[in-house]
Structures are given as structure tokens and as C-alpha cells.
């Protein structure tokens, strides 16, 4: 009896929401099982949490795919859990213990998000932070349409500063024993992409996608390249359509 396909549970990062995915999810086709998870962007441990719930809610086994932020969470919702065959990071945090989002894109020169941000307090404590809408064509998304451009910057989701600067807790990352793929491209303007290949390499990535000119939106921007990674991710655990 073949073994069952890995469903697919795609965790979107800060400034984007699960709609980012669409056009990653088509090219993947109907016959794949698929989840686009609403990341909350709180804080690291309680967005894991609500991943983890995702994927303990699916019968079998799971491939998790982050994009941004989105990689700190599924580093920390996939340890331990026994369901979880294969990480992909697409333009994603591949954090070590105790490594924040910010921590890591500033470990190499080249991050312009800073000066996009704007940032106000929230009633639950804290502050929240998004790109402003003039600034967010050029920083997040600069291989789309003006158009679409405009599109993504209102439908924006803020990520509390919080959860950019939380640590990830687990003892023990899951990327050294799981194997992971990573996409990113040489045009991402939030991670450097020097940081995107060292995050590769400590993983010892088993699948590394290098995208000329991609921008840090790349689900949206680059959607054939991120599916092939993550189709390659499902045939190097040994199941699913080819």
C-alpha cells in the first residue's frame, strides 16, 4: 500500500495573509491536499500553537511551507511532532534556538524594511507594525503590478513587534533532523539574500531554489518556482503525485 500523501500546510509571514498562497495553490493542482493557514502574527510560541492545532487536525502526514515569518513558526510548530515530514522556507526565517526574525535579518547588510514601517499601539499591549502603503510596492513586491501592488498593501496584515523579536524556543530545531528545501530570491529587500543562503546552508538544505530578481513576495510574484519546490519536497519524502 503506498504511503499517503503529505498535506500541504502553507503559513504566510508578516505584511501578507493566506490569500498570498492562490496563485502557488493553482499551480499545485486540485488533486494535492492543501491547507493555507491564517497565521496570526502575535508572537512566535502562540502562532506555533495555532499551527501546531492545524496540523494535529489533519489525518496523516504534513509538509509545512513558510514564507517570511512564517518560517519561524513552523520551525517552532514542527518540534515534536511526529507528523511532520519535510520543512520548505520560501524567502522564509530559519531560525537556530533562541534566533529571532530580527536577529536574523540584520546578521547581513541589506535590509531596507526598517524605514518603510510604521508602527502604533495596540489595546492587547504592545505595538504592531505594517509597510506603508507608498513604500510597500517597492520593499515587499517589487516584480508585480502596480495594481496588485496596491492590492497586497491594503489587504496587509500587521505582525506585532513582539512576535519579530520572540526567540525560537525549541531546544532542539527541527531543520536538523527534518529535511528542509529552501526558495528565495536575489531581490528580496526584507531578508538579505546573503542570510537566505547561510539559513540554507546551516540546514543543510537537501533542495535550494535561487530566483534572479524575485522579490520577498515571492508566492505571489514567482508562484511556478515555489510550487516546484514544494512539489520536490513531496517526492523527496517518498509519496504523492508526481
Known amino acids: 500500500m503506498p504511503d499517503q500523501e503529505p498535506t500541504l500546510v502553507l503559513v504566510h509571514g508578516a505584511f501578507a495573509e493566506s490569500a498570498s498562497w492562490n496563485g502557488v495553490i493553482e499551480r499545485l493542482g486540485p ?38 515569518y512564517g518560517g519561524m513558526v513552523i520551525t517552532e510548530a514542527a518540534a515534536g511532532e511526529s507528523s511532520v515530514r519535510a520543512l520548505v522556507y520560501v524567502n522564509a526565517f530559519c531560525p537556530d534556538t533562541g534566533e529571532s526574525a530580527l536577529a536574523l535579518s540584520g546578521q547581513f547588510p541589506g535590509s ?44 496587509q496584515r500587521p505582525v506585532t513587534e513582539q512576535a519579530l523579536g520572540d526567540g525560537l524556543a525549541a531546544t532542539t530545531p527541527p531543520w536538523r533532523s527534518l529535511p528542509t528545501w529552501f526558495v528565495f530570491g536575489d531581490a ?47 517526492r523527496g519524502v517518498g509519496s504523492g503525485p508526481s
Open 31 to 68: 488533486d494535492r491536499a492543501v491547507v493555507a493557514a491564517a497565521n496570526p502574527l502575535r508572537g512566535v510560541a502562540g502562532d506555533a500553537a495555532y499551527v501546531r492545532d492545524v496540523v494535529r487536525g489533519i489525518a496523516g502526514p504534513v509538509i509545512l511551507v513558510g514564507h517570511s
Open 112 to 155: 531596507t524594511l526598517a524605514d518603510t514601517l510604521v508602527s502604533y499601539p495596540v489595546a492587547t499591549g504592545g505595538k504592531e507594525t505594517a509597510i506603508r502603503q507608498d513604500a510597500f510596492h517597492a520593499q515587499f513586491a517589487a516584480d508585480v503590478s502596480d495594481d496588485l501592488a496596491i492590492l497586497m498593501a491594503r489587504t
Open 188 to 234: 528580496d529587500r526584507n531578508i538579505p539574500v546573503a542570510a537566505h543562503r547561510f539559513m540554507a546552508e546551516r540546514a543543510g538544505a537537501r533542495g535550494v531554489r535561487e530566483v534572479a530578481g524575485a522579490s520577498h513576495a515571492m508566492a505571489v510574484s514567482r508562484p511556478d518556482e515555489v510550487a516546484q519546490s514544494v512539489v520536490e519536497a513531496v
